[in-house]
């Protein structure tokens, strides 16, 4: 894979960073940044000189990495921290940007996902963005990132100890649509008082015959603080449980930040007669075969036929090949 590289002209050079006395903050003016493909990657980094590295500031840099710190320290517990703009509405992943900018260095490879694919366009848009102002390797296949960007799902491909899942959350307050009062979801928190969760899945049972909540399905870390995974499938769900891998969830409005270290025991809420179970499909992947991966229904045409894919566009063209070798 070719690496892209962003530098300054010589014709144009950043103001220097001004003080004054009336007001404490800096400021920078944005260099005008050009486009080569002959520059390698140590140039690139030379000529961010400028351009602060992965755009966010490092006092704020810092102060998320302590949020990071306490988040890790306590599974599941929401930390709060001061979430600064970014060049996107929120809504598009700013949490999990913030996150991804705090933490990613220079000898890192990155993987940005939407929904399992590499190519929708809030995937592309954040991979080109930090290939932009970091000046960082990208890559497609998991095996080959360190750290990896993700809306709504997990790659099917197991993630080792030398990589950092970092989630995009939309509302990281499980309880929200139970209680929407914040000063008294703390308190719920505070209290381990879950009793209104486990009401919430057993009207599903209720009306359905099964719990039907099949994405952000709520999840206990480390026996202690219920959780919100971030709109995922419940079908990715088991995929946390122990996982080797940092996960790192990051909601941009809300101004939260929570963890799950490695190897931490997850658990999907369930009941001992209504089992936690994820979803099943009838069909194997149309392209590649997969009968054990997560699928997204495709429709063909106007009749009404459809075939299933493989969400993971990584791991339906690692098995496409293995099946075509």
Excluded at 114 to 131: E, L, Y
């Amino acid at each position: 894979m070719k690496s892209s590289c962003w530098h300054m002209p010589t014709t144009s050079k950043p103001q220097a960073l001004s003080h004054t006395s009336n007001s404490p903050t800096t400021s920078i003016s944005r260099p005008n940044w050009s486009y080569s493909n002959v520059c390698n990657r140590s140039r690139t980094m030379a000529n961010l000189s400028g351009y602060n590295f992965a755009y966010l500031d490092e006092q704020t840099k810092r102060m998320i990495r302590r949020a990071i710190l306490k988040a890790v320290a306590i599974p599941g517990y929401q930390v709060p921290f001061g979430g600064r703009e970014m060049p996107m509405p929120y809504g598009w992943g700013t949490g999990g940007i913030q996150l991804t900018a705090s933490v990613i260095g220079e000898s890192d490879v990155l993987k940005v996902i939407d929904q399992g694919a590499d190519d929708t366009t809030n995937a592309v848009s954040i991979r080109n963005f930090f290939k932009r102002v970091t000046g960082v390797n990208t890559t497609e296949r998991t095996d080959d990132a360190t750290v990896i960007q993700t809306r709504h799902r997990i790659p099917e491909t197991p993630l080792t100890e030398d990589q950092i899942i970092i989630f995009q959350v939309p509302i990281p307050e499980p309880l929200r649509f139970i209680e929407p009062r914040e000063t008294e979801t703390r308190t719920m928190h505070a209290l381990e008082e879950y009793g209104v969760m486990q009401v919430k899945l057993y009207e599903d049972i209720a009306r359905f015959g099964h719990i039907a909540t099949t994405y952000a399905y709520p999840v206990k870390v480390n026996g202690r603080y219920v959780m919100d995974p971030s709109p995922i499938p419940k079908f990715d769900n088991p995929k946390m449980d122990m996982m080797p891998a940092l996960q790192l969830f990051g909601a941009g409005r809300e101004k939260r930040i929570y963890a799950v270290p490695p190897f931490t025991r997850v658990e999907s809420l369930d009941f001992d007669d209504h089992p936690f179970t994820v979803q099943q499909w009838d069909e194997p992947c149309a392209i590649c075969g997969s009968t054990h991966s997560y699928l997204d229904e495709v429709v063909l045409d106007d009749a009404g036929n459809r075939m299933f894919v493989c969400s993971d566009t990584d791991y339906c063209r690692q098995q496409s090949e293995a099946k075509n070798q």
